[in-house]
C-alpha cells in the first residue's frame, strides 16, 4: 500500500505561481512513475505532468513551458511547480503513482483544490 497526500493548493490570481507537493509513504525512487492528474467539474480527468523512475518528464500540452514536476527521492515527495497560473488551470489536483513490477497498481491523494481567479 502506498499513501499519497497532497498540499500546496489554494486560491491565487491569475499570473500567480503555487507549489504543489505530494508525499509518498514509499521510497518514490522504487516507483514506475509519479504524475499529476486534475479534474474539473464536469469534465475528464486531465493528465497534467508525468515523471518516470529515471525521470523523463512529460507534459500535457496545456501547461507546458508553465508547469514545472521534480521530485526529492529523500524526502519522497513530489512537487509541481505551477508559474503563469490561468482561470482554466482552476482544479482539483491529483497525486498519482504507479508501482509495481509483474502486476501494476495504481495509488490516488485525496486531490487538493487549485482556484485561479481572473
Known amino acids: 500500500q502506498v499513501q499519497l497526500v497532497e498540499s500546496g493548493g489554494g486560491l491565487v490570481r491569475a499570473g500567480g505561481s503555487l507549489r504543489l507537493s505530494c508525499a509518498a509513504s514509499?521510497?518514490?525512487?522504487?516507483?514506475?512513475?509519479m504524475a499529476w492528474y486534475r479534474r474539473t467539474p464536469g469534465k475528464q480527468r486531465e493528465l497534467v505532468a508525468t515523471?518516470?523512475?529515471?525521470?523523463?518528464?512529460n507534459y500535457a500540452a496545456s501547461v507546458m513551458g508553465r508547469f514545472t514536476l521534480s521530485r526529492d527521492n529523500a524526502k519522497n515527495t513530489l512537487y509541481l511547480q505551477m508559474s503563469s497560473l490561468k482561470p482554466e488551470d482552476t482544479a482539483v489536483y491529483y497525486c498519482?503513482?504507479?508501482?509495481?513490477?509483474?502486476?501494476?497498481?495504481?495509488?490516488w491523494g485525496q486531490g487538493t483544490q487549485v482556484t485561479v481567479s481572473s
Open positions: 498519482n503513482a504507479n508501482v509495481g513490477d509483474i502486476a501494476y497498481y495504481d495509488y
Open positions: 514509499g521510497s518514490i525512487f522504487r516507483f514506475n512513475a
Open positions: 515523471i518516470t523512475r529515471g525521470g523523463s518528464t
